[in-house]
């Protein structure tokens, strides 16, 4: 049960139809893309810290708030450059951001509404910024690509720290969850 990042990435971007016109229409704007990054960044830490359990993660320790409004700009910017053409740098990428939020313990109740409001207030300054709906289509995708990775990330440890301390075969695990779906 081990994700390979690379095939994934693959994966996600043909599901979610992640077009070359899309990747196109991103890194001609990446200019904008940094530019709106920091308001960005105070809108979605604005939005995590109205919520008590979010707002006590992210003043967990010193400073964390400060280094995270540095990681969202690179990580916003990096949505329109692709890192390396949305290659193997930016899934290895993706991955790691994925597996440093399921050691924290932030889980999808806490990440699928903070990305809807991303995709949503981008798109919102795209539109006052007389930007094209290519664009905040192109957006809505990437930014569905990269949920996919942080969501996966909580299902990919959690099994595989039940099968390492349980010692069951992947096959036992997959029946036991479907026979647990099926009494609830
Ligand atoms: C749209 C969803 C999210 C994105 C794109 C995102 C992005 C990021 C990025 C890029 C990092 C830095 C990873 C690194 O150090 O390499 C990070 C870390 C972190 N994120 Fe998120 N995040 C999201 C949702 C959340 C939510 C919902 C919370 C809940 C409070 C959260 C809390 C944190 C914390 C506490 C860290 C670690 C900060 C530290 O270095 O101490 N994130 N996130």
């Not at 693959?10 to 709106?36: C, H, P, Y």
């Not at 995590?48 to 910017?77: C, K, P, Q, Y």
């Not at 329109?80 to 193997?88: A, I, K």
């Not at 990440?111 to 798109?123: D, K, N, R, S």
Request: proline share 2%; net charge negative.
């Amino acid at each position: 049960m081990s994700l390979e990042p690379q095939e994934f990435m693959s994966k996600m971007v043909s599901r979610i139809g992640f077009t070359d016109d899309d990747r196109q229409v991103l890194q001609s704007t990446a200019g904008w893309g940094l530019e709106i990054a920091p308001a960005m960044a105070d809108y979605f830490y604005e939005y995590l810290g109205r919520d008590a359990e979010m707002s006590a993660i992210l003043n967990e320790s010193e400073g964390r708030i400060h280094r995270l409004h540095e990681t969202f700009v690179a990580w916003f910017h990096e949505m329109f450059t692709g890192m390396d053409n949305w290659g193997d740098a930016y899934a290895e990428r993706r991955w790691r951001i994925g597996l440093i939020h399921v050691r924290i313990g932030i889980g999808p109740q806490h990440v699928v509404p903070a990305m809807a409001v991303v995709v949503h207030e981008a798109g919102k300054r795209a539109q006052i910024d007389d930007k094209n709906e290519q664009l905040r289509e192109a957006l809505a995708k990437i930014c569905m690509v990269d949920l996919a990775f942080i969501e996966q990330a909580y299902i990919e440890v959690s099994s595989a720290a039940v099968l390492k301390e349980t010692g069951w075969s992947e096959g036992l695990f997959r029946r036991l969850v479907k026979t647990g779906a099926g009494s609830m």
